[in-house]
């Protein structure tokens, strides 16, 4: 066994006096050195416990007979940012956080790493940084915050502000909302982004099987961390355990089958791809799209299901999941125990995991006995009811669908498991707005009509950072006339508790000059799931042939002219200068 530490410390007689000083003993020197990098800081309930995790971490290490160094790069908060600028940061931050892992760790090389995150960009941030930095890890994901009273989750209130500013409910009530959301730390509890890419982590073999999404006050989520700094211990040295190694095409596969199982963010398309670029592997849009054909989607957790995100462990979490749908995976890729997936899943089977789950579920049970009976679920809840078996499935074909066509040429995204049949295909009125604002203000307004489709462009990765449109989608599908009639359509994102018909990722974006720059008040837009098409088919209203579309495209082309940039300098200038489209990941093309 090979360590890079020792080699260091051989070149540079300086580290061993700088290390003492830091706090190292002259003994910890020789051992095994273990990089832990975690978001932990006071941004959000996603990282504020993290530190309890990494002293569990640290402990792990210590008893395998390694020393661990702690280094933090702490994310930020799409919730706390939504509706202001701020929120223009989120995804150039997943960046920021992948450049800072890869100096940290190889300014001064380790041996071995484990990797802390929760949330939406700081787990996608540090995958890609345990990829560049390339040394045995595990990924330890930070949990879920436990539902509020009457099983409220911070998803809902979008819902609760927009019922609030239609006058639907009394302050009162939006108030409560407020104060009851998140009782807790961790992840929010529902199927959003930070959820899916805890999930993802465990599906690309790249955490401890069964540990994705626990409660974040478990005393389970505190074990595994221990574990997860053993088991770096261990790998430590072994080349076969670099997660370059590790991770191949399968394994990507295997993760996107888990995300239509689940029904999975939408923001999924940007992080897998991202993740697997760092490896010279290619995840498309299509990639997604044909894997989600024919998948069943299986979990009836929010956003697209009823229950929080608490229960998905309690149910079984991502291996009941992959026991689900084990004939559609490749069971034989490695994992970062050194064993097979199906050699994980068998041992899971043999350990008693599920009993212990079992378990779990009967205590939710019993403390939220009274909402549950209210609900129509006088027993409680049982594993069936929340990872449905795979002959009865929720729905059989994925959770989302990529739409082609010439207003989106290389594709846009759209959730169909939270999308009303009736608007799987629909021609619409086209209604162009600049920036969400403009938008959000016409929708909460009624100066939208039922078969409008409302665009909002040039808040796509070059025009403002792609930040979600997370207002304007909930004022959407909670009003009871529009979210049934009309559609949203942008070249920004989501966020991954949205619902409606919303399509995001349009691809190419306005600001690189896109169709969706091109179009006009009154165009007419014809969206269909089912054939995954998205078409400008005719203009103030009169439909017009393909040819004629393409000559309407090509004049309107000729005249149109980029905006100034809408950042002059700092994160999102350079952001706006070399990201990658939205639908091949929106990661820094350099």
């Not at 661990?68 to 908060?77: E, L, N, V």
């Not at 041996?111 to 996608?124: E, I, N, T």
């Not at 019922?163 to 009851?180: D, F, S």
């Not at 790249?206 to 211990?233: F, H, K």
């Amino acid at each position: 066994m090979t360590l890079i530490s020792q080699q260091m410390r051989a070149l540079s007689p300086e580290l061993d006096p700088l290390r003492i000083g830091t706090g190292w003993a002259p003994e910890d020197l020789e051992k095994p050195q273990i990089f832990i990098e975690s978001t932990f800081g006071d941004s959000h309930p996603g990282s504020g416990h993290l530190d309890r995790l990494v002293e569990a971490v640290r402990r792990g290490v210590r008893e395998a007979g390694g020393y661990g160094a702690r280094y933090f790069c702490t994310d930020m908060c799409d919730g706390e940012s939504q509706g202001t600028d701020g929120i223009n940061y989120s995804l150039a931050s997943r960046e920021m956080i992948a450049n800072m892992i890869e100096i940290q760790a190889n300014a001064t090389p380790f041996d071995a790493g484990v990797f802390l995150a929760s949330c939406d960009k700081g787990a996608p941030g540090n995958l890609i940084g345990m990829l560049r930095v390339d040394i045995p890890s595990v990924f330890v994901a930070g949990g879920t915050m436990s539902a509020g009273p009457e099983l409220l989750t911070l998803e809902q209130l979008g819902m609760y502000s927009a019922q609030y500013e239609r006058g639907e409910i009394p302050e009162e009530k939006l108030n409560w909302a407020k104060r009851n959301a998140c009782p807790g730390c961790g992840a929010c509890s529902f199927i959003g982004t930070a959820s899916t890419m805890q999930i993802m982590a465990e599906a690309l073999g790249l955490s401890l099987p069964g540990s994705a999404l626990m409660p974040s006050s478990s005393p389970d989520l505190i074990e595994y961390a221990c574990r997860a700094g053993q088991r770096a211990v261990e790998m430590a040295g072994q080349e076969a355990m670099r997660p370059s190694v590790l991770l191949t095409p399968e394994s990507f596969e295997n993760a996107i089958l888990v995300h239509a199982a689940v029904s999975g963010s939408t923001n999924c398309l940007l992080h897998l791809p991202a993740i697997a670029h760092e490896l010279g592997i290619e995840i498309t849009g299509e990639t997604f799209d044909r894997l989600h054909r024919g998948a069943r989607y299986l979990l009836d957790v929010r956003p697209a299901g009823k229950w929080p995100a608490e229960v998905f462990y309690y149910a079984g979490g991502v291996p009941a999941i992959m026991e689900e749908i084990r004939d559609h995976l490749y069971l034989d890729v490695m994992t970062v125990t050194g064993r097979t997936l199906g050699q994980n899943l068998a041992d899971l089977k043999e350990n008693g995991f599920y009993e212990r789950c079992e378990k779990r579920l009967s205590d939710f049970n019993r403390r939220h006995a009274a909402t549950l009976e209210k609900l129509g679920y006088p027993d409680g809840l049982k594993r069936v009811d929340i990872i449905r078996p795979y002959e009865r499935a929720i729905g059989t074909d994925g959770s989302i669908a990529v739409l082609k066509g010439n207003l989106a040429p290389e594709g846009a995204v759209i959730k169909h498991t939270a999308c009303p049949r009736e608007m799987f295909h629909a021609v619409l009125r086209a209604r162009p707005f600049d920036s969400e604002e403009e938008c959000l203000d016409a929708v909460l307004h009624h100066n939208v009509e039922p078969g409008d489709a409302v665009l909002i462009r040039y808040e796509g990765p070059k025009g403002s950072g792609m930040p979600e449109m997370f207002y304007t989608s909930e004022a959407i599908s909670s009003d009871k006339e529009l979210g049934r009639s009309i559609a949203l359509i942008t070249d920004g994102r989501f966020s991954g508790a949205s619902t409606g018909p919303v399509i995001g990722h349009c691809s190419p974006e306005a600001a690189a000059g896109g169709p969706i720059a091109l179009v006009e008040e009154g165009d007419l837009i014809e969206l269909d799931v089912q054939a995954r098409t998205l078409n400008l088919v005719g203009i103030r209203g009169e439909r017009k042939t393909p040819e004629e579309m393409d000559e309407i495209l090509r004049q309107r082309r000729s005249s149109w002219q980029p905006r100034e940039m809408k950042y002059k300098r700092g994160v999102l200038r350079l952001f706006a200068e070399h990201a990658a489209s939205p639908m091949r990941g929106a990661y820094l093309d350099y």
